[in-house]
T-cell receptor, first 112, second 113 residues
């Protein structure tokens, strides 16, 4: 079945540091890929998505590129802020059934 | 923010009692989902619905049932709650297609003693 593996946390960074969260996937079909973010005490919000190979999703300074050859969708941000402290989830949606499969989540803490 | 509400937001119950969680949407989206969130597991799909009275199981459906009698409401029932069902439950909605975004509700924190 479909699955998502993302780097384990927690990750602690200083403000203005570079952030990378690795995500790889296994899928039988040709999935869409997503990054969701969960701020403390809240539900999940879509951060960005990509629906085909080589697409780059971007939002709020975050970027991720759909790499079909390496089955990866790594999340990056060049200069993090304290407000980026959250849990980040990589997810995929198989085109056949509209269900999301999530990674375990990576907790990111940014210190001033 | 998408119009999704969940009730109750917090609940404490005892083992063996029935519990019903409600998800209500004002977006008229066709698809509705129930997930549970547990440390180390991310979110796991419990049940989902692709229309009124049309539901199907997710990967962790044992011990749960759902009903959808109206487009806007999706109910999750724990027939006889167990401590292993202590979790945070999220409802999500989606309009159509696997490329479409799912929008999540604020969550219900359930503690089964």
């Amino acid at each position: 079945g479909d699955s998502v593996t993302q780097m384990e946390g927690p990750v602690t960074l200083s403000e203005e540091a570079f952030l990378t969260i690795n995500c790889t996937y296994t899928a039988t079909g040709y999935p869409s890929l997503f990054w969701y973010v969960q701020y403390p005490g809240e539900g999940l919000q879509l951060l960005l998505k990509a629906t085909k190979a080589d697409d780059k999703g971007s939002n709020k300074g975050f970027e991720a590129t759909y790499r079909k050859e390496t089955t990866s969708f790594h999340l990056e941000k060049g200069s993090v802020q304290v407000s980026d402290s959250a849990v980040y989830f990589c997810a995929l949606s198989d085109r056949n059934d509209y269900k999301l499969s999530f990674g375990a989540g990576t907790t990111v803490t940014v210190r001033a | 923010d998408a119009g999704i509400t969940q009730s109750p937001r917090h609940k404490v119950t005892e083992t063996g009692t029935p519990v019903t969680l409600r998800c209500h949407q004002t977006e008229n989206h066709r698809y509705m989902y129930w997930y549970r969130q547990d440390p180390g597991h991310g979110l796991r799909l419990i049940h989902y619905s692709y229309g009124v009275k049309d539901t199907d199981k997710g990967e962790v459906s044992d011990g749960y049932s759902v009903s959808r009698s109206k487009t806007e409401d999706f109910l999750l029932t724990l027939e006889s709650a167990t401590s292993s069902q202590t979790s945070v439950y999220f409802c999500a909605i989606g309009s159509s297609g696997s490329t479409e975004t799912q929008y999540f509700g604020p969550g219900t924190r359930l503690l089964v003693l």
